[in-house]
C-alpha cells in the first residue's frame, strides 16, 4: 500500500551547521504535509506544514521543501542547536481520508556541540 | 499557549482489563484524535471524532475501542480488554477553530503498559 517513508533513520551534524531532513511519499493524492517534531517522552510538535500548491515554506529557521513531481518533502534546519537534537516526522493527508495523517518512520537527528 | 493535556501520563494494567485515557483538547478546537506509537515505530492514526461522533477511524480501532466526549472538555480512549499488544504511547491530538486549519496539536501522551 501506499505510505510515506524516510530515506535516512539517523542523522547526526556539527552544532551551526545545516541539518536537512528528507521524506519520500508515495500517495500522489496528498495535499497537505507536516514536519513534526518528537523529543524523548513528549508528543509530537509542530513544526511547519506545506500545501500541495506550494514548493517552499520558510518559517523560523526551519524551510519546507516539498517537489511533488518526485513526491518528495525535505526539513531544512538552518544553524542547527542541541535543542534540535530529536526524531522528526513527516505526516501526510490525503482530502478522502478526512483529516486522519499519516506518519512516516521517522529521523533522529544527533547535534554535535 | 493553549496546549492539549493528557492523564495519566503512564497507566499500567492487567491483560483483560479495562483502561479510560483521558484528554483534554484545545478548548475552541472542533476535531479530536487519537494515535498511538509503539515502542520505537511511527505514530499511527486511531480515530478521529466531530461534532460528537467518529469521523474516520483506522483498522486497529477495532470493538475493543471507543471514544467519548462526555463533557465539554475532555474526551476519552476506552480499551475494554486489553491486550499485551496495546502497549504503546497513545497521543491525543485537537484541531480547526472552525475556520479550515489542518494543523494538529498534540498532548504529552500516555504510556500504557498491560502485563
Known amino acids: 500500500g501506499e505510505s510515506v517513508g524516510l530515506h535516512l533513520p539517523t542523522l547526526s551534524v556539527q552544532e551551526g551547521d545545516n541539518s536537512i531532513i528528507n521524506c519520500a511519499y508515495s500517495?500522489?493524492?496528498?495535499?497537505?504535509f507536516i514536519w513534526y517534531k518528537q523529543e524523548s517522552g513528549k508528543g509530537p510538535q509542530f513544526i511547519i506544514d506545506?500545501?500541495?500548491?506550494?514548493d517552499k515554506r520558510q518559517g523560523q529557521r526551519v524551510t519546507v521543501l516539498l517537489n511533488k513531481t518526485v513526491k518528495h518533502l525535505s526539513l531544512q534546519i538552518a544553524a542547527t542547536q542541541p535543542g534540535d537534537s530529536a526524531v522528526y516526522f513527516c505526516?501526510?493527508?490525503?482530502?478522502?481520508?478526512?483529516?486522519?495523517?499519516?506518519f512516516g518512520g521517522g529521523t533522529r537527528l544527533m547535534v554535535k556541540p | 499557549e493553549p496546549e492539549v493535556t493528557q492523564t495519566p501520563s503512564h497507566q499500567v494494567t492487567q491483560m483483560g482489563q479495562e483502561v479510560i485515557l483521558r484528554c483534554v483538547p484545545i478548548?475552541?478546537?472542533?476535531?479530536f484524535y487519537w494515535y498511538r506509537q509503539i515502542l520505537g515505530q511511527k505514530v499511527e492514526f486511531l480515530v478521529s471524532f466531530y461534532n460528537n461522533e467518529i469521523s474516520e477511524k483506522s483498522e486497529i480501532f477495532d470493538d475493543q475501542f471507543s471514544v467519548e466526549r462526555p463533557d465539554g472538555s475532555n474526551f476519552t480512549l476506552k480499551i475494554r480488554s486489553t491486550k499485551l499488544e496495546d502497549s504503546a504511547m497513545y497521543f491525543c491530538a485537537s484541531s480547526d477553530t472552525g475556520t479550515g486549519e489542518d494543523e494538529q496539536y498534540f498532548g504529552p501522551g500516555t504510556r500504557l503498559t498491560v502485563t
Open positions: 500517495n500522489s493524492a496528498s495535499d497537505y
Open positions: 478548548s475552541n478546537h472542533l476535531y
Open positions: 505526516a501526510e493527508k490525503v482530502p478522502v481520508a478526512g483529516n486522519m495523517l499519516t
Open positions: 506545506i500545501r500541495s500548491n506550494m
